[in-house]
């Protein structure tokens, strides 16, 4: 085959293979995500209640701590 010429098309059954691999590795990766969401979740429910407050207050003091720093920069 020269380059001035074009490819063959795949056959019909070779088409049919790949989409066939790509929908069983799809549904692989999904129940993949879905597993690691579901540990991801078990794992959340390991935390105390206010965990996540907890998280919010430290960055809110670490941005006034930027803030304070900036402005003394500025001076």
């Known amino acids: 085959m020269t ?3 074009a490819l063959p098309h795949l056959p019909s059954e070779e088409s049919y293979k790949k ?3 790509r929908e069983c590795h799809n549904q692989v990766e ?3 995500r879905e597993h690691i969401n579901a540990k991801i ?3 959340s429910q ?3 209640p206010n965990y996540n407050d907890a998280d919010e207050a430290v960055e809110d003091d670490e941005d006034d701590e930027a803030a304070n720093v900036t402005k003394k ?3």
């Open 46 to 48: 390991l935390l105390p």
């Open 41 to 43: 979740e078990e794992l």
């Open 30 to 32: 999904k129940r993949r």
């Open 73 to 75: 920069k500025a001076s």
């Open 19 to 21: 989409q066939r691999r």
């Open 3 to 5: 380059p001035a010429q």
